[in-house]
């Protein structure tokens, strides 16, 4: 039944910062995701796995594909979401629980989907989370040298029934995506406490922008913690996702920032993206950035051991760390930085300026859980969320952060400006640039303090007299051209000057970089196609 196709090898399967990600034609083409998935097999002994994706265009053909290969190379048994959805908190979750020894993700996160969108591959590990540089590089390897994939001939069985069925030799469990999950967040958070503030008259808005958290925030907000039916939107998750872009971020999230701002704003405002790891913030009448939620999370933390942030986020969660008395580290962007941290004990909470947000539970950001963290502080504290936040700036002083955005530049123009940059790198001390002066300026390297891994080049830093700190880096998801991402930090310590204006308290140094960075002459471009 078994039977050995030959392929060529495609020399374009480098997985970027989370899996491999292509226009979702690309993925569709004969033999693209064989070869990719093959190769993860090829590389990484695979006994017991989860599959699950967050059901964009093309999820259930490779979710049968994926199956059939599956059972051809050797795995005894899969966990499948039902109709192949899950979430890829809840593909962490399970692969703890069952103690598998990996799981495939079917998703290109917040990328739009559909025909013309894009499709992704991501591969965690025994520990639920992104694997490491080393997995990774093994599974490129294997891509340029892959010359055939194994597949029983029989078909997959549609995943659409929880229970259990075998395919060949291998058993394939079919679960509801939301159960276990759920019930790992009712072990975490105070439900009776939300709920008491919900009965109270509480209000929200979560968006799921027709992606996979529909189903997991219904259940969990309206079912179980007693939101008003209609508190979460689009939540039927849909293979376009409805046509929007399910990137979490007052760009993308406009509907969602209008209501929160306008007159009958509800209390609470928060939003996920198409897989469910990234997690936005809104008030009523107030944005809180990622970099912020972090810290603000952190510092009402019980029993804080440690943090972690990607390094562009901004150093906000350093003050709470340096308050509490407990370390804080900076990681290279990417997930799977966080992973060692976690499992050494070493930190309690971690997070990037993108949306993401994660703790101990699981080993990928969880949308639904920051949710929850910033639902339970509300309820202990009964304030409305500008009090807390203007009670965090005062407390930690404020750390003013915007991430500018220039998408589909020129890769050749992109590699040019980041190359000038690097060679400059040392003669930028004391050089100034619409009036702010360089102090210091490197490349991130990143050693691991749990198994001494380095990861290099990870983008570079340039810090100025006055304590501002601009970060330059190549997006590692984007799939046409190249998206250059500049972030942006200037700490306010207080007491004056909390409550200005962050697009204004940033002007200076948004020149000042465009300027150092030669923006213009590389790109083209004078103005960021998303500020977030
Ligand atoms: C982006 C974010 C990064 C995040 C990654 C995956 O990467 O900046 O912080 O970890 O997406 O998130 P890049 O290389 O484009 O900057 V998700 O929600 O796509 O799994
Ligand atoms: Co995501």
Request: glycine letters at 12%; proline letters at 6%.
């Amino acid at each position: 039944m078994i039977k050995t196709v030959s392929i060529r090898a495609f020399d374009d399967q480098k997985p970027g910062t989370s899996g491999l990600r292509k226009k979702t034609v690309h993925f569709m083409q004969p033999d693209y995701l064989e070869a990719y998935i093959q190769s993860i097999f090829n590389a990484v002994p695979v006994r017991r796995m989860l599959l699950g994706g967050d059901g964009r265009t093309f999820n259930d053909a490779a979710i049968a594909q994926i199956l059939r290969m599956a059972a051809a190379n050797g795995v005894e048994q899969v966990i499948v979401g039902q109709n192949g959805l899950m979430s890829t908190p809840a593909a962490s979750h399970l692969i703890r629980k069952h103690g598998l020894d990996g799981g495939i993700i079917l998703s290109a996160s917040h990328n739009p989907a559909g025909p013309d969108g894009d499709f992704g591959v991501k591969f965690n590990g025994a520990n639920g989370g992104p694997v490491p540089d080393a997995v990774t590089d093994a599974i490129y390897a294997r891509t340029k040298e892959v010359s055939e994939y194994r597949i029983t001939g029989q078909p997959a069985p549609a995943p659409d029934r929880i229970g259990e069925t075998m395919l060949g030799d291998m058993r394939i469990c079919v679960v509801d995506p939301v159960e276990d999950y759920a019930a790992l967040m009712r072990s975490l958070f105070d439900f009776d406490a939300i709920r008491a503030m919900f009965q109270g008259g509480f209000t929200l808005c979560f968006d799921a922008m027709h992606a996979v958290t529909g189903p997991y925030a219904r259940a969990i907000f309206e079912g179980e913690l007693g939101a008003a039916a209609g508190s979460v939107i689009h939540a039927v998750p849909l293979p376009d996702f409805g046509g929007g872009h399910p990137d979490p971020n007052p760009v993308w999230a406009r509907g969602l920032m209008e209501r929160m701002f306008g007159d009958d704003a509800p209390d609470f405002g928060a939003a996920s993206d198409g897989d469910g790891d990234r997690n936005m913030i809104v008030g009523r009448g107030i944005y809180v950035g990622p970099s912020d939620s972090l810290a603000v999370l952190a510092a009402h933390m019980p029993g804080l051991v440690g943090v972690a942030r990607s390094m562009p986020t901004s150093s906000a969660v350093d003050a709470v760390a340096r308050a509490r008395g407990v370390p804080a580290y900076a990681v290279p962007t990417g997930w799977k930085y966080f992973g060692n941290l976690l499992d050494a004990g070493l930190i309690s909470i971690c997070g990037e300026e993108s949306a993401g947000t994660g703790g101990d539970h699981v080993r990928e950001k969880d949308g639904i859980w920051a949710v929850l963290a910033w639902l339970e502080l509300l309820a202990k504290r009964r304030q409305p969320v500008t009090e807390i936040m203007q009670a965090h700036w005062r407390d930690y002083g404020r750390h003013y952060f915007a991430r500018h955005d220039f998408e589909e530049i020129d890769s050749a123009a992109a590699d040019a400006l980041v190359g000038a940059l690097r060679e400059n790198l040392s003669g930028l001390g004391g050089q100034s640039f619409m009036g702010l002066t360089v102090k210091s300026a490197d490349d991130f390297t990143y050693t691991d303090p749990v198994d001494g891994s380095v990861a290099q080049n990870q983008g570079v830093i340039i810090r100025f007299e006055t304590g501002e700190r601009a970060m330059i880096r190549l997006s590692g998801t984007g799939t046409s051209g190249a998206t250059l991402r500049l972030y942006l930090e200037r700490p306010v310590a207080g007491p004056k000057g909390l409550d200005m204006n962050p697009a204004q308290a940033l002007q200076p140094l948004a020149s000042a970089t465009y300027s150092l960075i030669r923006l213009t002459g590389f790109t083209g471009r004078d103005a960021p196609d998303v500020i977030s």
